[in-house]
């Protein structure tokens, strides 16, 4: 079966989103299988300090926490690349990713959520670039 295209928005954004996404993903036997990249242009600020969401190409089935592998390439703004997690919560309605978050260098193995990009902003030459991939059980 083919990937289809699809166009992943971040959630929990204040403001204007200053961000474009790409992605691909297949829904087959009542699972899906995803592959998201949200682009930083401008500026973008999360609406709250629970920091930015994503959203799925497909819902989510409910009642359990998916955890799919994330990273963000800080690239001009921060020069740095860092692994993380994005999580939907049991509480979710499958629809979008709560949270996504990247390790830090506070307390060992600290993990933020991601609630600034700064794309355009203070210098930055290149935008930033939040990859997530992951597959999870349809509703």
């Known amino acids: ?5 699809w166009t992943p928005k971040l959630t929990n954004v204040s403001g204007v989103d200053g961000t474009s996404g790409t992605g691909k ?7 899906c299988t995803f592959t998201a ?3 930083a242009k401008k500026e973008t600020q999360a ?3 629970a920091g930015f ?15 799919f592998p994330a990273s963000l390439d800080g690239r001009d703004a921060d020069n740095g690349v860092w692994t993380g997690e994005a999580q939907i919560y049991a509480g979710s309605n499958g629809s979008q990713i709560d949270r996504i978050r990247v390790t830090t260098g506070a307390n060992g ?5 991601i609630g ?3 794309g355009d902003a203070e210098g930055a ?8 991939t992951g597959s999870y059980p349809t509703a």
């Open 25 to 31: 993903f297949v829904s087959a036997n009542g699972v």
């Open 37 to 39: 990249q949200i682009t």
């Open 1 to 5: 079966m083919a990937a289809s295209p």
């Open 47 to 49: 609406a709250s300090n």
């Open 109 to 113: 193995a600290a993990v933020a959520n």
């Open 116 to 118: 600034h990009l700064y």
């Open 125 to 132: 030459a290149e935008a930033e670039i939040i990859t997530v």
């Open 53 to 67: 969401g994503l959203t799925l190409p497909v819902p989510a089935a409910s009642g359990i926490r998916y955890v």
